[in-house]
Nanobody, 126 residues
C-alpha cells in the first residue's frame, strides 16, 4: 500500500488543522492506521491510531482531547483532526499502515507499521 499525507501548514496557537492520508491499493480496511510525528532533533513519536473498522482508537497523552483520528474505508482515507494546537505540536507528521493486533502496546509502536507516507509539515506559531 502507498500512503500520501497532506493538510499540513502554518497555524497560530489555538488553531486547527485536518491532516489526510490517502492510501492506494486494495484491502485498506485490513490495515491499522496510525499517525506519528517527528520534531527537529527528536525521535519519532506516536500520535494516534485507529483499528481496521474504526474502533480501538488510541492517542498519545499529549494530544488526548485535542486530536481525533478517523477513517473512511470507502475512500481509503484516514484523517487526523487537530484542534487547540500548541507550538509543541510542531513536527513532521507521518501516516502509517500495518497489519497488527488491536492491543494498544502494539498499535503505538512504530516498528509494527510496514508502510509509511512521506510526511506533512505542521508548524504552530505562538
Amino acid at each position: 500500500v502507498q500512503l500520501q499525507a497532506s493538510g499540513g501548514g502554518l497555524v497560530q496557537a489555538g488553531g486547527s488543522l485536518r491532516l489526510s492520508c490517502a492510501a492506494s491499493g486494495r484491502s485498506f480496511s485490513s490495515y491499522v492506521m496510525g499517525w506519528f510525528r517527528q520534531a527537529p532533533g527528536e525521535e519519532r513519536e506516536f500520535v494516534a491510531s485507529i483499528g481496521r473498522i474504526g474502533g480501538n482508537s488510541y492517542y498519545a497523552d499529549s494530544v488526548k482531547g485535542r486530536f481525533t483520528i478517523s477513517r473512511d474505508n470507502a475512500k481509503n482515507i484516514v484523517y487526523l483532526q487537530m484542534n487547540s494546537l500548541k507550538p509543541g505540536d510542531t513536527a513532521l507528521y507521518y501516516c502509517a499502515a500495518g497489519i497488527m493486533s488491536s492491543m494498544v502496546a502494539i498499535q503505538t509502536t512504530a516498528r509494527n507499521y510496514a508502510y509509511w507516507g512521506q510526511g506533512t509539515l505542521v508548524t504552530v506559531s505562538s
